[in-house]
Each structure stands twice: as structure tokens, then as C-alpha cells.
């Protein structure tokens, strides 16, 4: 599998101050010399952390790919085609949340998707929902026009750590179900949310071979807190590819 590092939360550190350091631009070129396959980073509405200058110089500087995370709103459609990152991700977003709490329903909002993604299918912007391991949705996913899903795994997290094995196994065969369908589909295939380095060997043991890539953000930042980030980025890759 490979891993995108999501650089968000080197940028909740310097709003806390409103200064400029630390730089995620900084943390982005970091990660991706210690291994990072893309970088991820989410531009909020309210822009309590990234904000605009960063996803700029993000794309003008780094070599691997950059994943924009984005509600489906007008504002963040035309930011997106104007810098034009590899790839969008489509996430719901509420401004009292402390991070996303879930993934978007496509189905109830498909025809609006169909339409709301045609700029960037035309600009060769690749174009990932943030869903639910849920067939319907996938199914929605590929009707609407995705051409890739990321697999909300943040029930996998909260099971795996009160240690609940009979509805933690529930969950992978869900998250194995939904990502062979997206997969049968032709969806490429994408997971992510509270993934960390305690719970991640046990995901990419059940999951290799389906998955192809994990977004982490908070764990892999909140370790180079203490560590660094390029041992942080390092010691993370090595769990995925042990």
C-alpha cells in the first residue's frame, strides 16, 4: 500500500498562534523525502488550519502527488481548478466538527456530484468520494463518476481500540466488501480516518490486496511531535510494508 501523510494539524499548530511556523510546506517536502507517496491536505471552509497560500505552494513544490481534500462547494471548485492538484477528495464538512465525522452520502447528492465533478474529469483532476464502506455507496460513487473512493475507517479505529473483535471483524468484511465492488467497478481504491501506528498492521494484513493507498494524518503528525517527522513518516511506511 502505499501512504499519503496528511499535513493539516503542523497547520492547527501555527493557527493556534496565527504565525508562520510550523510550515506544512516545510512538512510536506519532509514527508515526502522520507518516503510519503502523496500528500493530503484539507482546505476547510473557515480555514482553520491549511489555508490558500499553503495548498499553492504545496502543489509548486513538492514532486509526488497532492491530494485535495474539499466540501463540494462553489468557493473550493474554482480554488481547485485554478491550482489543480493531482487529485480532489470530496468530504462532507460541517464547521462545528473537530474533524470529519463520516463519509459523504453520494447517494442522496448524485446527480449534483455529476455534474459538480465535470470541470475537473475535463482538467484530468483525478476525482475521489470520501464514503462509508457501504456497497450502495460505492455503487453511487461509480455512477455519479468518481474514478476512485476512500474508505472511511474511523469505526475500524473506535472498534480496535475497546478491543470489540466481533464487530471489528463486521466492519473489515464490510470494508472488504465495499472495497471489491469499487473495485469490480473499476473504482481504484483508497482508505482512511484515525488510522495509527497500533492499529494499522492489523488493517493492511485484512485489507492488502484491495487497498491501495492509506491517508494518516494525525497519528504520523502527532509522533513527530516527539520523534520528528521524517522517523515519524519512516517508522510508519515500515508497519504498512512489514
Excluded: C
Excluded at 28 to 46: C, N, P, S, W
Excluded at 86 to 105: C, D, S, W
Excluded at 156 to 176: T, V
Excluded at 182 to 208: I, M, P, S, W
Aim: charged letters at 30%; a negative charge.
Amino acid at each position: 500500500m502505499r501512504l499519503g501523510v496528511n499535513i493539516d494539524h503542523v497547520a492547527t499548530l501555527r493557527q493556534a498562534r496565527k504565525t508562520f511556523e510550523p510550515s506544512p510546506v516545510f512538512a510536506a517536502l519532509i514527508a515526502q523525502q522520507a518516503g510519503a507517496d502523496q500528500i493530503t491536505l484539507h482546505l476547510r471552509e473557515d480555514r482553520r488550519h491549511i489555508q490558500d497560500r499553503d495548498l499553492e505552494l504545496i502543489k509548486e513544490l513538492v514532486i509526488v502527488p497532492v491530494n485535495l481534500e474539499m466540501a463540494p462547494t462553489e468557493e473550493m471548485r474554482q480554488i481547485a481548478l485554478r491550482v489543480k492538484p493531482n487529485r480532489i477528495t470530496l468530504v462532507p464538512e460541517r464547521r462545528e466538527e473537530i474533524t470529519t465525522e463520516g463519509g459523504l452520502n453520494i447517494a442522496s447528492m448524485k446527480d449534483f456530484l455529476k455534474d459538480y465533478i465535470e470541470p475537473f474529469k475535463s482538467a484530468g483532476i483525478e476525482v475521489s468520494f470520501f464514503i462509508e464502506p457501504d456497497i450502495q455507496q460505492v455503487m453511487a460513487s461509480k455512477e455519479a463518476g468518481a474514478d476512485a473512493v476512500e474508505l472511511h475507517t474511523g469505526r475500524y479505529a473506535n472498534l480496535w481500540k475497546e478491543n470489540n473483535r466481533r464487530d471489528l471483524e463486521e466492519e473489515i468484511e464490510k470494508l472488504k466488501k465495499a472495497g471489491m465492488e469499487a473495485k469490480r467497478l473499476g473504482l481504484r481504491v483508497y482508505a482512511g480516518h484515525g488510522l495509527t501506528y497500533q492499529n494499522v498492521r492489523d488493517f493492511v494484513r485484512e485489507l492488502r490486496g484491495i487497498v491501495e493507498e492509506l491517508n494518516v494524518g494525525h497519528s504520523i503528525i502527532s509522533n513527530s511531535v516527539i520523534f520528528g517527522l521524517e522517523r515519524a513518516v519512516k517508522e510508519f511506511l515500515s508497519l504498512i510494508k512489514d
